[in-house]
């Protein structure tokens, strides 16, 4: 007795549908754009109010932000005062000194900690220091 063996009449496929992949993809540039803007400012500080000419920061720009407990953040990092200026001396060397840094306080702090901060800022050499405020209500 013999076995005879089957064959199963596989198909064979010479071109790979794109198009799941491709919607995938999209929909993951749509969730990007969408939480990149959010991640910037995703540290709790509320700015004093003031009206004033609207600034946005741009991506040459660095955002330090000041809680109202005084510590500094930033990119979501804790830092000391040495640490900031680490980190200032590393935006200098690899930006320049025109690099435009953004101070955000928080409204509950005393005036001082934020001079101290931003008296870091231009002891680095910064001198296109902008500091942060919410419009005002009308």
């Known amino acids: 007795m013999s076995k005879k063996r089957r064959e199963l009449a596989v198909p064979v496929y010479d071109q790979i549908n794109l ?14 754009m969408i939480t990149a803007p959010l991640l910037e400012y995703s540290v709790d500080v509320t700015p004093p109010e003031m009206n004033a000419d609207p600034i946005k920061p741009d991506s040459d720009s660095e955002v330090i932000n000041i809680k109202a407990d005084g510590t500094i953040v930033y990119k979501r990092d804790t830092v000391t005062e ?3 200026q680490i980190v200032l001396s590393r935006i200098e060397q690899q930006r320049g000194r025109e690099t435009a840094i953004f101070l955000r306080g928080d409204r ?4 001082g900690v934020v001079m101290n901060v931003m008296k ?3 002891a680095a050499g910064f001198r296109n220091v902008n ?8």
């Open 19 to 32: 198009t799941n992949l491709i919607d995938m993809l999209f929909f993951l540039l749509i969730i990007f």
């Open 82 to 84: 040495p640490e900031l």
């Open 108 to 111: 509950d702090l005393r005036y």
């Open 120 to 122: 870091l800022i231009r």
């Open 131 to 138: 500091l942060v405020m919410q419009e005002e209500a009308q």
